[in-house]
């Protein structure tokens, strides 16, 4: 092919570029769009919440300005997340009673017999479980750790199972450890999806908002601010007790509520006080250790963790 026959191709390619942008930002197209995005339900998405092909093609098409083609993108994905909302809030049609059951403490004794011990336990109380659930006409949800899930059609089915299930875990005992069962039973119209049932939403903080009757209700954004850290976040950060950070503002109010009752840096007070919070990341040492060293008074280098190396928590990943 010859180079003028590139460039005569070349210059089409622009020359069609520029009619599709000029035609994406024609106002009446951009109004049209916008006036139809306003009659979907929900917020304005954020362009980046968009998928990446549709970013790419409004990137590609309009980078700048109104664009007919960004409004018709926002609101498939507005009505996306209508459509995902209402389906997460949609109430099921049968009418079931949930049994939850788990073993009272049986993570600390794992933690010390190991997992041989530990998976016999599991097995064994498994097998109870599957015992009392199925004579009570139940069927098992699923498995989580120590803890199970099962439903039934009827809330007494439901009581029995558990007190079927619990005489029989009683007479297990593995390496000397004898297991006890918590049990909780819920009754509503969950919605079943596949092999699972999923309840309906509910805004808790209100409810626990009306708890306080008059009394302080305190956020972990109340506790200091990004100028004016409180002792117990700079520990954190300086113990780099925080990773994926999913239970951090529980554990930070857990901590300041110890500290503000007195709490001291004893080790085994720590966890009573945070007793309920669970972390999946950091293994529970560093954030003793930042309470402790919070409950001591101690004083904070905030450019640098407890071992000496500059934390990406406050530096944004300094060297």
């Known amino acids: 092919m010859s180079p003028r026959r590139k460039k005569v191709e070349s210059g089409n390619g622009e020359g069609l570029r520029d009619v599709v942008r000029r035609t994406d930002a024609n106002p009446q197209l951009v109004a049209t769009a916008r006036f139809l995005r306003s009659l979907i339900p929900g917020g304005e998405p954020e362009t980046s919440e968009m998928p990446e092909p549709m ?52 993570s600390d004794w794992a933690l010390d017999a190991g ?15 599957q015992k009392a659930i199925s004579s009570n006409k139940g069927a098992v949800v ?8 099962a439903v039934f059609s009827d809330s007494q089915q439901a009581v029995s199972a558990a007190l079927d299930a619990q005489r ?38 209100a409810r626990v908002g ?18 004016d850290l409180a002792p117990i976040q700079q520990a954190f950060i300086h113990y780099y007790a925080a990773q994926c950070g999913f239970c951090t503002s529980g554990m930070m109010l857990a901590a300041q509520a110890y500290l503000d009752r007195g709490g001291s840096d004893d080790h085994e007070e720590i966890q ?12 529970y040492s560093k954030i003793i250790d930042a309470v402790a060293a919070a409950a001591r008074g101690d004083s904070f280098d905030l450019t640098t963790t407890a071992v000496g190396k500059y934390t990406t928590m406050t530096t944004g990943g300094a060297e």
Not at 210 to 227: H, K, Q, R, S, Y
Not at 272 to 283: D, I, K, S, Y
């Open 142 to 149: 699923k498995r989580l750790g120590d803890g199970a899930m």
């Open 55 to 106: 970013q790419r093609l409004v990137a590609e098409v309009q980078p700048q300005g109104d664009s007919a083609v960004r409004e018709i993108g926002k609101g498939a994905l507005q009505a996306w997340q209508a459509l995902s909302e209402a389906q997460r809030r949609r109430r099921g049609n049968a009418d079931v009673a949930i049994l939850f059951t788990d073993l009272v403490g049986f």
């Open 168 to 205: 029989g875990i009683s007479k297990i005992e593995v390496d000397g450890y004898q297991p006890s069962q918590r049990a909780g039973v819920h009754r509503g119209t969950p919605r079943k999806v596949k092999g699972d049932f999923l309840g309906v939403d509910v805004n808790i903080a």
């Open 272 to 283: 009573e006080a945070l007793g309920g919070h669970v972390c999946r990341c950091t293994g």
């Open 210 to 227: 009306d708890c306080a009757d008059g009394g302080e209700v305190l956020t972990v954004e109340g506790i200091g601010t990004p100028e």
């Open 115 to 129: 997992d041989e011990a530990a998976l016999e336990v599991l097995r064994q109380v498994g097998d109870a479980e």
